[in-house]
């Protein structure tokens, strides 16, 4: 499960590159109850989403080297300038450079060999997200990829990541992920290996968020009537919970999770 006890290669921050804030801001309060603060006049456009007090989120405009709407997420590193040098070692393509942002901290944007997209924050005055793992916050990262087995190997040169085997429906290839030196009792997401018709259909390599609800049909139902895309409905994975994929109304995906209690 995540926690905000951010060790290196943890989910650490999540931002939303979207063309209409505004719009954005109103979709995302509706469904999980967001409310929208500014980072200020030189963030240009940049701000938190808050829930109770607490940033669970990140918004902000399109970068220019972004193709489409998307969440863009962060992975803990003490060292950004190593972990750059880690990813151009292991495959992957550096698409922006660390970089200052205010005192906050440093961040930088990969690629990695399948085409996911993915960041790393070195922190300083921001220690990442207040909350995570509770209704209207992340509580689990999985990436989707064209060739698992290379992604797998490429995560865990970068980050040290635990993998572990875990048979889920279907006969899919899913592995748990875990921080390096932890075991799964720890892990933060997974890694599943795209069947081959969704390839041949055209769906690509990403990351994707599961936020946390305390009813994933109801959250479903607030975000299909506000523009939302289902894309799998809410339904049933033993031993996970009650989950569900959609697209929001500028087609950046995102899942739903309601846990299972006993999970």
């Given at each position: 499960?995540?926690?905000t006890?951010?060790?290196?290669?943890?989910?650490?921050?999540?931002?939303?590159g979207?063309?209409d804030?505004?719009?954005?801001?109103?979709?995302?309060?509706?469904?999980?109850?967001?409310?929208?603060?500014?980072?200020?006049?030189?963030?240009?456009?940049?701000?938190?989403?808050?829930?109770?007090?607490?940033?669970?989120?990140?918004?902000?405009?399109?970068?220019?080297?972004?193709?489409?709407?998307?969440?863009?997420?962060?992975?803990?590193?003490?060292?950004?300038?190593?972990?750059?040098?880690a990813?151009?070692?292991?495959?992957?393509?550096?698409?922006?450079?660390?970089?200052?942002?205010?005192?906050?901290g440093?961040?930088?944007?990969?690629?990695?060999?399948?085409?996911a997209?993915?960041?790393?924050?070195?922190?300083?005055?921001?220690?990442?997200?207040?909350?995570?793992?509770?209704?209207?916050?992340?509580?689990?990262?999985?990436?989707?990829?064209?060739?698992?087995?290379t992604?797998?190997?490429?995560?865990?040169?970068?980050?040290?990541?635990?993998?572990q085997?875990?048979?889920?429906?279907?006969?899919?290839?899913?592995?748990?992920?875990?921080?390096?030196?932890?075991?799964?009792?720890?892990?933060?997401?997974?890694?599943?290996?795209?069947?081959?018709?969704?390839?041949?259909?055209?769906?690509?390599?990403d990351?994707?968020?599961?936020?946390?609800v305390?009813d994933?049909?109801?959250?479903?139902?607030?975000?299909?009537?506000?523009?939302?895309?289902?894309?799998?409905?809410?339904?049933?994975?033993p031993?996970?919970?009650?989950?569900?994929m959609?697209?929001?109304?500028?087609?950046?995906?995102?899942?739903?999770?309601?846990?299972?209690?006993?999970?």
């Amino acid at each position: 499960m995540l926690t905000t006890d951010y060790v290196p290669g943890a989910p650490v921050w999540i931002d939303l590159g979207t063309p209409d804030i505004e719009a954005a801001v109103g979709f995302y309060g509706h469904v999980f109850g967001w409310v929208f603060e500014s980072a200020g006049p030189g963030a240009g456009g940049y701000g938190m989403f808050k829930l109770g007090g607490e940033t669970v989120a990140a918004i902000g405009p399109m970068s220019e080297e972004d193709s489409d709407p998307g969440w863009s997420l962060y992975f803990h590193t003490s060292d950004a300038d190593a972990t750059t040098r880690a990813v151009e070692q292991a495959g992957g393509t550096v698409e922006l450079p660390p970089m200052g942002v205010f005192d906050l901290g440093r961040m930088a944007h990969y690629t990695d060999p399948a085409g996911a997209r993915f960041a790393a924050w070195e922190p300083a005055g921001n220690g990442g997200l207040d909350a995570v793992g509770e209704p209207g916050t992340l509580c689990w990262t999985e990436l989707y990829s064209t060739d698992a087995a290379t992604a797998r190997d490429f995560y865990r040169a970068v980050f040290g990541w635990v993998l572990q085997d875990a048979p889920v429906g279907g006969g899919l290839d899913y592995a748990l992920v875990s921080p390096a030196g932890d075991g799964p009792d720890t892990s933060q997401g997974g890694i599943m290996q795209l069947p081959a018709e969704n390839i041949a259909a055209g769906t690509t390599s990403d990351w994707h968020p599961y936020f946390e609800v305390a009813d994933c049909d109801a959250a479903l139902a607030a975000a299909a009537g506000r523009g939302g895309t289902v894309l799998i409905p809410a339904e049933h994975a033993p031993g996970v919970g009650r989950l569900a994929m959609l697209k929001d109304p500028f087609g950046a995906p995102f899942a739903l999770l309601t846990p299972d209690t006993a999970a």
